[in-house]
């Protein structure tokens, strides 16, 4: 395994210089104190707390129902954990979609309430208009196009997108007017290979690709899916580098186990001394 060196904080000038050097950015999610730390030790560009959090950790069907709240509250938790990856909140539904001056309140709440560098948002050349506003106000933006969770029902489900000539136009249009929109960068999701290397050839931002082949300047995953700890399903584009969940459960038996015959705590696993305090009770008591 390759030593990992300790390095200063992760900045937006960072990740564009990657881009112009051809070096990959990298980018998973937390959602907790823990993970976070792991992830921000590991030398990780990027750390997103992604409202697939309402899948992964709060046991929702799609990620439509997560909250701000919730949002903020698993972004400081996170926050805690990261000193130097750069630090993204996603955006929930309808926490930008209403109006520009709601999207600038709801963004800013992100940095002002728990700590994150930037935030990110679904949509392309109809959410541009917002993106800018949310910039003008200071806030740093990454896009995310293609198949956008949050609206998946209205884009026929959960599909690749872009695959005919007419949708691969519009993925362009929206690519470019994100990035003239001053987004930092751009999550391209479930599009074909080739659509996503032209993307981004011609954006100046760059990309980051989950589902969308080798061509990105950088690469996302749900890190609970990486590493196989949500088991109701795995995406077709994820690669899985571990499988813990069967590590977690087989340790679970084994604590089960050893707690029910009495092996478990053993003396290694217990405070000696005070026997001449327990005496003394037991005097008094009788």
Do not use: W
Not at 73 to 98: E, F, K, T, W
Not at 268 to 275: L, P, Q, T
Request: aromatic share 6%.
């Amino acid at each position: 395994m390759k030593e990992k060196k300790a390095s200063k904080a992760v900045t937006l000038a960072d990740l564009q210089n990657k881009k112009a050097s051809g070096e990959k950015i990298t980018m998973l999610t937390a959602y907790d104190y823990s993970m976070a730390r792991v992830l921000d030790a590991s030398g990780l560009d990027i750390v997103l707390v992604g409202d697939s959090l309402g899948m992964v950790a709060l046991g929702y069907d799609s990620t439509v129902p997560v909250t701000m709240e919730e949002m903020i509250h698993h972004c400081s938790a996170v926050r805690r954990g990261v000193n130097r990856a750069l630090l993204i909140g996603d955006m929930p539904y309808l926490s930008y979609q209403v109006s520009k001056n709601e999207a600038v309140r709801n963004a800013g709440m992100f940095l002002k309430k728990a700590g994150c560098h930037g935030v990110k948002l679904e949509g392309g050349s109809d959410m541009a208009p917002t993106i800018e506003r949310i910039v003008k106000a200071g806030i740093s933006v990454m896009g995310h196009i293609g198949l956008t969770p949050q609206t998946a029902i209205a884009l026929g489900g959960y599909k690749v997108q872009g695959r005919d000539l007419e949708s691969a136009r519009k993925l362009l249009e929206d690519a470019k007017a994100v990035a003239d929109a001053g987004a930092f960068s751009l999550v391209l999701e479930c599009i074909p290979s080739a659509l996503a290397k032209i993307i981004t050839e011609i954006v100046p931002i760059p990309t980051i690709g989950i589902g969308a082949g080798p061509y990105c300047d950088g690469q996302v995953l749900v890190t609970n899916d990486m590493v196989g700890l949500f088991e109701k399903f795995t995406p077709s584009f994820v690669k899985r580098y571990a499988n813990l969940a069967p590590k977690i459960k087989e340790a679970l038996d084994d604590f089960i186990d050893e707690v029910t015959n009495g092996a478990f705590p053993g003396p290694e696993h217990s405070f000696g001394g005070g026997e001449e305090l327990l005496e003394e009770l037991k005097a008094k008591n009788k």
